[in-house]
């Protein structure tokens, strides 16, 4: 876990929740992180995040649990937001990642890092498919 290695070098309080996200005009997805509060009470993330987010929401939430290995104990959560003609895709996108992720916590996969989405068949044209019905391709 980012945010615990960081207290150990740098002093804060880790603080675990929910990281919100949006995939725009999809759904909202709420993603087990943590956090650090740093001595004057302010939050700091110190995760990479690959989507170059530069400000995130973080939703604190004290019963949430990390495996021993630092990996999340909970799937993601999702809420459609999308217009009705894409909702039964994006309702198939959220299956497939969540039974992704099932698989990923019950084998300690997701604690190492590792990504199945290459590996999950017809995934990825799902994912594309869906981009461009959003972007009007």
């Known amino acids: 876990m980012n945010a615990q290695a960081y207290t150990f070098g740098h002093g804060g309080e880790v603080v675990?929740?929910?990281?919100?996200?949006?995939?725009p005009k999809l759904f909202h997805e709420a993603v087990q992180h943590a956090v650090v509060r740093q001595s004057n009470g302010s939050l700091l993330d110190v995760t990479p995040h690959p989507r170059l987010e530069r400000e995130?929401?973080?939703?604190?939430?004290?019963t949430i649990e990390f495996s021993n290995a630092g990996g999340a104990t909970q799937i993601n959560r999702y809420y459609p937001i999308c217009e009705d003609r894409l909702r039964s895709k994006v309702d198939e996108l959220i299956e497939i990642v969540c039974r992704q992720q099932r698989?990923?916590?019950e084998t300690?996969?997701?604690?190492?890092g590792f990504?199945?989405?290459d590996r999950v068949e017809g995934l990825n044209e799902l994912v594309e498919e869906l981009r461009s019905e959003v972007n009007g391709e």
Not at 108 to 112: E, I, K, M
């Open 16 to 23: 675990v929740g929910w990281e919100i996200r949006t995939s």
């Open 56 to 62: 995130t929401c973080f939703v604190e939430d004290s």
């Open 103 to 105: 698989y990923m916590i």
């Open 108 to 112: 300690g996969l997701l604690a190492f």
């Open 115 to 117: 990504n199945m989405g």
